[in-house]
T-cell receptor
Framework: ETGVTQTPRHLVMGMTNKKSLKCEQH?????MYWYKQSAKKPLELMFV???????ENNSVPSRFSPECPNSSHLFLHLHTLQPEDSALYLC????????????FGPGTRLTVL | GEDVEQSLFLSVREGDSSVINCTYT??????LYWYKQEPGAGLQLLTY???NMDMKQDQRLTVLLNKKDKHLSLRIADTQTGDSAIYFC??????????WGAGTKLIIKP
């Protein structure tokens, strides 16, 4: 049990669809992250929220829109995606000041047709 | 930019020791991490070491850090089939950003 859950685990969507990925952490952490994992590429940090405020946005296209309503929940809203956005999207959480050790959810496997 | 490098593959016999190596470039890295990813799963934290340490042992896992050479290794003793996975090295300064390696796929031969 990692304490970080993600839904859905798998998602297939067309380029004109709108969908959302959900992440919930049960660890009492105060920072949450979205990562993109593509085949044969290093993990790419997309967004970081600390104390519910966005502190990092690594030049991610606007078709990805994050939302962090409270310290336990994180969403990634998707619209008009491209096939190259197909990847595993991982959510993580950490406690600021505690070695930044990040704990990951199982990921959402996204396929864009 | 800063970088973390790992070999893409390592093949070992069941029962032998596995040693996965990693080099990093950021001399300001405060924490060095090892994560494990099994097929279809997220990343599982295995262990981490502070930059002021040179060794950490946890059951079958031994982490060695050579800060001068910016070299980190993970030794898995008595490698089992359940150790088959991709192992990621990451370096951090404590500012949210972790620099990740591309991962080393550990293959276990019977």
């Amino acid at each position: 049990e990692t304490g970080v859950t993600q839904t859905p685990r798998h998602l297939v969507m067309g380029m004109t669809n709108k969908k959302s990925l959900k992440c919930e952490q049960h660890l009492g952490h105060n920072a949450m992250y979205w990562y993109k994992q593509s085949a044969k590429k290093p993990l790419e940090l997309m967004f970081v929220y600390s104390l519910e405020e966005r502190v990092e946005n690594n030049s991610v296209p606007s078709r990805f829109s994050p939302e962090c309503p409270n310290s336990s929940h994180l969403f990634l809203h998707l619209h008009t995606l491209q096939p190259e956005d197909s990847a595993l999207y991982l959510c993580a959480s950490s406690q600021v000041g505690a070695a930044d050790t990040q704990y990951f959810g199982p990921g959402t496997r996204l396929t864009v047709l | 930019g800063e970088d973390v490098e790992q070999s893409l593959f390592l093949s070992v016999r069941e029962g032998d020791s596995s040693v996965i190596n990693c080099t990093y470039t950021d001399s300001s890295s405060t924490y060095l991490y090892w994560y494990k990813q099994e097929p279809g799963a997220g990343l599982q934290l295995l262990t981490y070491i502070f930059s002021n340490m040179d060794m950490k042992q946890d059951q079958r896992l031994t982490v060695l850090l050579n800060k001068k050479d910016k070299h980190l290794s993970l030794r898995i003793a008595d490698t089992q089939t359940g150790d088959s996975a991709i192992y990621f090295c990451a370096a951090g300064r404590g500012n949210y950003q972790l620099i990740w390696g591309a991962g080393t796929k550990l293959i276990i031969k019977p």
